[in-house]
């Protein structure tokens, strides 16, 4: 069957070479962004990696010796790229030389850079693509020659993490742990819905992924059969990691699962991500990745590149969601959440020095979801909440976790049958939950997971009470024996020594 009957020139209506060009601008502009982005002192990183990797020199970062695999596909150093080098290192020379193949078919950026959710504590995952033969023996010098400019990279204060891989080998499901967000295999398809909203394209091969209209995702491997067997792409001219239209449902479970862990200690890291899952398993087995809308949009000719944004898009995905759900607790957190990740202090008054895209971008947000300045105001000061606010939202936390808990067993449930979906991992978790949050006698609270930095309270007061349920009681303050009415009690207890004692963190 041939989905693909159109001439070269049109596909469903639209020229390819147009769809690419789409593509390409977008890619090359969040490029800028995150070269933006960069103290000046770290630019001369992303001027010279693509030209690291073309070359062996010995007065360049990462050399090891004239065996390691070089070279990569459709690239041509740019006079900024060579010059660079110059900086670098008085005495280097570009010499270009014909080669009869590259060992290197792409290099690509995936993650937050370039997005809204971008900040200085961010790191730079890249995909190093080889060629397919590549032997474990030149895999190997390869992965040292990276090691070597992750090394320089960190000296201009760049935590930089390269992955070397095959597109052929992802395709069938053999890659390396990639990253600590990932499972590895296990979230073959999530990553892969990741990597396509989120990767950029420094240099090489682009994904034949772009060319595949989002009505055909569902015929996928066909469809890209039918690209290269017409040549509307050259054989040379793409990579191809896959599709994605048909998701497994026990990596859904596996993701919200290894989120939900994760969450015990780092709740803010965690719930926009559960959240994501969860709208995705709610639509199953018909789920419209972030992937697909994002290339049906560029399809479509949208261009606003903060529309665009992949974080500003898992935040809208969510938001709707929560609105059919009809939860409006999960909806504000879920914008906490964002917020918190974006780091934009909007409470604070504009400075010349401080305008920027993401600060313009997430004014926009904070503007459509009604939030006040007093709000903002609050939000920034979470550093320094106490304890009666990161209780509050310690609760809030607690109860979104919660809940996702149960849509997950929920979906588990419904998935079991045919699906390797083990009930143990899921009553492992619902353990540790609550063995974190739940909230008894005797037991020593978990008050503060990473919600504010300093809950430390300059003055306590303890009172012993007496009757019929004896016990102490903590306050915040001075507080005397005369004025308990109406005060808010940080904690009851049985004893002096367990209302004493909470974990902060």
């Known amino acids: 069957m041939d989905l693909v009957t159109e001439t070269p020139a049109a596909i469903d209506g639209i020229d390819l070479r147009t769809v690419k060009r789409r593509f390409m601008a977008l890619n090359n502009d969040r490029l800028k962004r995150v070269y933006q982005s960069l103290r000046d002192r770290q630019k001369i990183f992303f001027e010279l990696l693509p030209l690291l990797f073309h070359i062996n020199h010995p007065l ?5 010796s004239s065996k390691t ?8 150093p740019s006079n900024r790229a060579i010059e660079a080098g110059r900086r670098l290192s008085k005495g280097f020379s570009y010499q270009r030389r014909a080669q009869r193949r590259f060992d290197i078919h792409a290099l690509y950026l995936m993650g937050s850079s370039g997005t809204i959710a971008y900040s200085d504590s961010s790191d730079f995952d890249f995909w190093l693509c080889i060629r397919p033969d590549m032997n474990s023996d030149e895999q190997q010098l390869l992965a040292r020659k990276a090691e070597g400019i992750e090394s320089w990279a960190a000296t ?3 935590e930089v993490h390269f992955f070397v891989m095959s597109d052929e080998a992802f395709r069938r499901g053999e890659m390396l742990s990639l990253s600590d967000e990932s499972s590895g295999s296990a979230q073959h ?20 992924w772009w060319l595949v209209p989002p009505e055909h995702d569902a015929h996928y491997d066909q469809y890209v059969h039918d690209l290269k067997r017409k040549r509307f792409v050259g054989p040379n001219d793409t990579v191809d990691f896959g599709g994605i239209a048909h998701m497994p449902a026990d990596e859904f479970f596996g993701a919200t699962l290894w989120q939900l862990y994760k969450a015990v200690s780092s709740p803010y890291k965690s719930v926009l991500k559960i959240l994501l899952m969860e709208s995705y398993a709610a639509e199953y087995p018909r789920t419209e990745m972030l992937s697909t809308r994002y290339k049906a949009a560029v399809w479509r000719g949208e261009t606003n590149l903060d529309a665009l944004d992949p974080y500003i898009q898992m935040c809208a995905r969510v938001e709707e969601y929560l609105l059919e759900q009809g939860e409006p607790s999960r909806l504000e957190l879920a914008r906490r959440c964002f917020y918190f990740k ?13 305008i920027t895209w993401r600060r313009e971008a997430m004014r926009e947000l904070v503007n459509a979801w009604g939030w006040t300045e007093a709000h903002l105001l609050m939000l920034d000061s979470r550093s320094t909440w106490k304890i009666h606010r990161v209780l509050e939202e310690r609760q809030a936390l607690v109860e979104a976790l919660t809940q996702s808990y149960r849509a997950l067993s929920s979906f588990a449930r419904k998935q079991a049958d045919g699906h390797a979906i083990d009930p143990a991992e899921l009553n492992l978790l619902g353990r540790r939950l609550y063995a974190a949050f739940e909230r008894k006698a005797g037991k020593i609270d978990l008050i503060n997971p990473g919600i504010s ?35 808010r009690a940080l904690k009851r207890a049985h004893s002096l020594i367990e209302c004493c004692i909470h974990s902060p963190a």
């Open 60 to 64: 360049l970062p990462g050399y090891l």
């Open 69 to 76: 695999p070089l070279g990569i596909a459709e690239y041509l």
């Open 156 to 158: 201009l204060g760049l």
């Open 189 to 208: 398809h999530l990553l892969l819905d990741e990597f396509y909203r989120t990767g950029l394209l420094v240099a090489g091969r682009y994904p034949i």
């Open 342 to 354: 974006v780091n934009e202090r909007m409470g604070r008054p504009d400075r010349a020095g401080n």
């Open 453 to 487: 930095e300093d809950v430390i309270e300059e003055r306590l007061s303890l009172h012993q009470v007496r009757g019929l349920e004896p016990g102490w009681v903590l306050y915040r303050g001075d507080v005397r024996s005369g004025d308990t009415q109406g005060q």
